[in-house]
């Protein structure tokens, strides 16, 4: 039993050991001084000598911790002295006395290493869920590019051009396209350099298109300055684990779980496995903002009472950057929010807080997007112009098409000048740039920027006519484009190939020709052919949880609707305003088995949880 002495710091299992109670005794207050001398009176002679016990013990408390500093200390020399090893003066030389607050310094050095161990552990997980998110694009060699990236790129340059002077392998496109480039001093007095920089007058400037983020854009931009585009790419890797890991604890905090290291371990290897989130990470195109929008909205709506200040600050920033980057996110998180704002208003019993917080976010997104179009029109003296989205789809659709032919020219709409190039697909409508055959990207500035403007006039004009044919080519074209389910942008295009041998810097380009992407040699059947079934049994999961009535599930279930709520959001705004493509789907559809694998039990049961 004194060999027990040494490893045990319960008191009670200490004196019971060295019979002065039976273990199932309970000392209660009052009777230490009993317990006291039966203890020592029990210890044998040398060992009573050897043990101190104090003359007077409080009866405040109602436990013997006031014996452990005087016992526990010797518990190595009890041991040996029991089995008659040694003279006990010798041992009391080799194991003297601790000094005082001793104990407690070693108490404190070990939770100190304690917390050391956990901390390297939660950031092995994390190092290796940031790995396992990135195996598309170390497999591919280089980061995932599309033609749009180099507009992000060249925007976010120009905005640092004019701001610091800096220049870079994409200003000589700015030079390019707005003046010729600035010409060196000559010494002459009074002189100034000319060229860029010179502010044009009206609307023939060249177009800068809103919507094409420079927020977004700052982000490979900086990357690209740092030295690597591989650093936006693994930006994009630890803010899609940290909101999977976030999510995770969430809903398993709804099932009054906890979540753990390595459950956080195996769904993020699922998911970049057999989802695209893995491809989209990789991707320096802004639609991976859609998921992180998606998710952002979820926890700020349902979780907001019950998160601390960090998380708030985590979702809201983080929301705010998702909806400044794309234009879809926008319209798709705004009416969202309105959505469950009137709901909370007609039951009066969901809180109105996360509902306006959201539409703060959206305000916030605008304000950001209307700073950039004053900057560009201060720097250009014209504004940025967005793309006649809705214009080309309407047309394509075959609505618009039949307008034009029955009510031009008296209509009035410039659109009537080119009835003779329709109908075509929207997105010849607005990039093809061959004279005679586009309409928007083919048109001089001024033409351009007015086509643009009459575009709400134009939808108006063409619901007040033909109200049902538009819901119907509408409702056609978001099913259409649900249907789009591949990763066709991640096998580079001819286009996509000789956009890049145009744009590309140097040194980038021999990086990209060398990626597996621009090859078309990316293995990308294994995700686009698991997607499909995982999102059928996703979504059983989920609206089967939705018909159980346990308090718990409810809540979760509430999340996952609104999850489900947004993509649809997403499907419709994208199927509307553009031609349908596989990413506009694919960039979140990976949200449906997260949440579907959180409905089930925990993966595995070990200790600790997702920090």
Known sequence: PTQLLASTFHPEQTLSLLGAHPPSHEVRCGQQDDLLASASSDLPTRLSDLVPVPDTVPRSGCHLGTLLPNLLPRADLIASMSNGRGDRSEQMELIPLPKSGQATAA????????????????????????????????????PFLMPDTTTYLRGADAIAYSLTGHRTAWTPELFRKFAPEP?????????????????????????????RSAYYGALPYLSYLL????????????????????????????????????????????????????YFVGFLMPDITTAFAILATAHILLTWSSMDRPRRSFWILLLV?????????????????????????????????????????????????????????EATGASPVRPPFVTARLVDDGPGYRYLRNHCPESGFLLCNYVDRLPQPSDDFLWEKRQGIGVFSALPPAEA???????????????????????????IAGARQARRIGLEEFNYADGARSHFSEKLPGPLLEKIRRSAAFKGEMPVALVSGATLPLTVLSLVAIFG???????RISRLSAFSLVVCLMLVLNT??????????????????????????????PLVRVSGRVT
């Open 183 to 211: 010409q060196k001093p000559t010494g002459l007095a009074n002189e100034q350099p000319t060229g860029a920089g010179e502010k044009a007058e009206g609307n023939d400037n060249p177009i800068i298109l809103a919507g």
């Open 321 to 377: 950057f998702s909806l400044a980057s794309h234009s879809s996110n926008l319209l798709m998180t705004g009416l969202a929010a309105i959505a469950f704002l009137a709901l909370s208003t007609i039951r009066r019993r969901e809180p109105r807080q996360p509902a306006l917080m959201v539409l703060l976010a959206v305000l916030a997104a605008i304000a950001l997007e209307t700073a950039f179009s004053l900057g560009v029109r």
């Open 449 to 475: 920027r007015a086509l643009a403007l009459e575009q709400n006039r134009f939808l108006l004009a063409v619901l007040a006519d033909q109200p049902l044919d538009v819901a119907k080519s509408s409702f």
């Open 107 to 142: 108490n404190a050095n070990h939770k100190t290493l304690i917390r050391s161990c956990r901390a390297a552990k939660t950031v092995m997980v994390y190092a290796i869920a940031w790995l396992l998110m990135l195996w598309p694009s170390l497999l591919n060699g280089a």
């Open 227 to 278: 030295g690597s585009l591989w650093l936006a790419v693994a930006f994009q890797s630890m803010l899609a684990v940290a909101c999977i890991a976030l999510t995770l604890q969430v809903l398993r905090g709804f099932q009054g779980r906890r979540a753990t290291n390595l459950e956080l371990l195996l769904l993020v290897g699922l998911l970049a496995l057999l989802t695209p989130v893995g």
């Open 572 to 601: 419709a705004v994208c199927g509307m305003m553009s031609t349908p493509h596989d990413r506009y789907i694919m960039r979140a559809i990976w949200l449906l088995p997260l949440v579907a694998m959180c409905l089930l039990p």
């Open 545 to 551: 949880a939705a018909m159980t009535s346990q308090a």
